[in-house]
């Protein structure tokens, strides 16, 4: 048997000393630094978002898909609620003179003491769809989540027109803020105050919508979540304006669309030389393409329009429909999103929040891409996004994109380093293909889609159906098509015409 041996004891006192001092040593030295990601939920909200066009909006409701995130502005905090808008630059809360207190959440800078006035009726903002919001300048300390923003610029409404019942948090470039349009100077908005105070280590974000039944998704500030995506986040160049040579908006190259039929194959809709300069808004429900290539995709899956010129289908034949629109970015080394049909169509509501319906008895819902008659560049809103996961970097003037995964609960997050270091391992940069902001290209091959055309077997008209029983008036429909098949036949009899048609 080996000898026993005995180690004499330390002193308590001394065993207390050493061991504070190892601690401090390990945790000076040692400790990783605290990650800079800002993690916030987003919640939809049924009310109306950001459209790009005003047709019918006395009597709908684009709620389906507006997505907002809770925050404070002023000492002591004042709750405010704000839509999340990746296609505007400012942020704006509402003030007291244009605010019910029983309809939405309003900003009074005279009960705050960190508040300080910039510039008095110096804010001037129109959207796409003809709303406007004027107001002042100001300063104050803005709260998201946990942490605090000193001394951020955003706007006060002092008046608007048709905006609905929350302010905006734009989150865009600087150089596509409201001030510019008058020549002005760009001021530092949320994202770049975030970076100035070493909140976040770089000026870039992601976004996760999630699906179309949730009523939460998700924003990083500074990082990314690599649980949300599938496969590799492909980055690709944004697009400078054709005109000023700046960077204004999230817009990238859109190159590809095609249809995939579970029984079917795929299809293109677009010829191999299609670039088209896409905005990816979030602050926009539906999607807004060119005519030509929408009138071709309607076609295809038995769109119906009413007289005011909005697209709808039946929400359960879409539903249960397996297909996917495919969308392509950046070329041939870009990516593609597959976008399935249950998740492109949300449901169609009037301005009480009640389902549309059709006179077959089903719900009606919005097509998820409607034509794009005034604007451009063509706008991918809330109903592509939400089968994106979408990192914007403002820094590396890139937006990096990825499938996303529906409804995940895990969760890991990645910081995005400062522009001084190197790109993220788990990202390949891709230039994407050359497309200027305002171009619109789309081939089409004479005679190929000629036999795309479905028969008209059924026509019906969208009414309104609400819990008390009142009724909103719609317009006939204009295009026709088979409730009982819907996209299902008209989908296969139009991939095969196609297939017959190129041999």
Not at 156 to 164: I, L, N, P, R
Not at 421 to 439: I, K, P
């Amino acid at each position: 048997m080996a000898p026993s041996h005995s180690y004499p004891k330390m002193p308590a006192w001394k065993a207390t000393t050493l061991f504070v001092i190892l601690t401090f040593v390990l945790l000076v030295s040692g400790a990783p630094e605290q990650s800079k990601v800002i993690s916030l939920p987003l919640y939809r909200n049924k009310q109306r978002s950001i459209g790009k066009r005003d047709a019918a909006a006395v009597s709908l409701n684009y709620a389906s898909s507006a997505f907002w995130l809770n925050a404070t502005v002023g000492t002591p905090p004042q709750q405010v609620k704000l839509q999340v808008d990746t296609g505007s630059s400012d942020a704006w809360v509402f003030g007291p003179d244009v605010c019910d207190e029983n309809d939405c959440d309003y900003y009074e800078r005279s009960k705050s003491s960190t508040s300080s006035l910039i510039e008095e009726e110096g804010f001037l903002i129109s959207y796409g769809d003809g709303s406007e919001v004027a107001g002042d300048y100001v300063s104050d300390v803005f709260r998201v989540g946990s942490l605090a923003v000193k001394k951020m610029e955003f706007a006060v409404a002092t008046a608007q027109s048709d905006v609905g019942t929350m302010g905006i948090m734009g989150i865009g470039f600087d150089t596509n803020e409201a001030i510019t349009d008058f020549g002005d100077k760009p001021y530092r908005n949320i994202i770049d105050s975030m970076a100035d105070q070493g909140l976040i280590n770089s000026r870039a974000y992601s976004l996760w919508l999630n699906d179309l039944e949730s009523g939460e998704g998700n924003i990083l500030f500074g990082g990314y979540d690599t649980e949300k995506f599938q496969g590799n986040l492909t980055p690709i160049a944004i697009q400078a304006d054709e005109e000023s040579g700046a960077i204004t908006t999230m817009t990238i190259p859109w190159t590809s669309l095609s249809i995939t039929d579970p029984t079917q194959g795929t299809i293109s809709l677009t010829g191999d030389n299609f670039t088209e300069a896409a905005l990816l808004d979030s602050g926009t429900t539906l999607s807004y393409i060119p005519v030509d290539l929408y009138n071709r995709l309607a076609s295809i899956a038995n769109v119906y329009s009413d007289s005011d010129g909005n697209s709808y289908v039946d929400c359960e034949i879409v539903q249960e429909y397996k297909g996917t629109l495919n969308v392509g970015f950046g070329g041939s080394n870009g990516t593609v999103i597959p976008v399935p049909f249950s998740e492109f169509c949300p449901p169609m509501l009037d301005v009480d929040g009640d389902s549309m319906t059709l006179n077959n008895g089903h719900d009606a819902c919005w097509f998820g891409f409607q034509p794009n008659v005034d604007f451009e560049p063509t706008i991918l809103g809330d109903t592509f996004l939400r089968s994106a996961y979408v990192v914007y970097n403002i820094d590396r003037k890139e937006i990096a994109i990825a499938p996303t995964v529906f409804g995940s609960d895990k969760t890991n997050i990645v910081e995005i380093d400062a522009p001084s270091s190197s790109d993220n391992s788990s990202w390949s940069l891709t230039s994407g293909a050359a497309v200027q902001q305002t171009a619109t290209t789309s081939t089409e091959t004479t005679g190929v889609y000629s036999s795309m055309t479905i028969t008209a077997l059924f026509s019906y008209t969208p009414t309104a159906t609400t819990t008390n029983a009142a009724e909103t008036s719609r317009g006939a429909a204009t295009s026709t098509g088979t409730p009982s098949s819907g996209i299902l036949v008209s989908l296969a009899v139009s991939i095969m015409s196609l297939l017959l048609a190129l041999e």
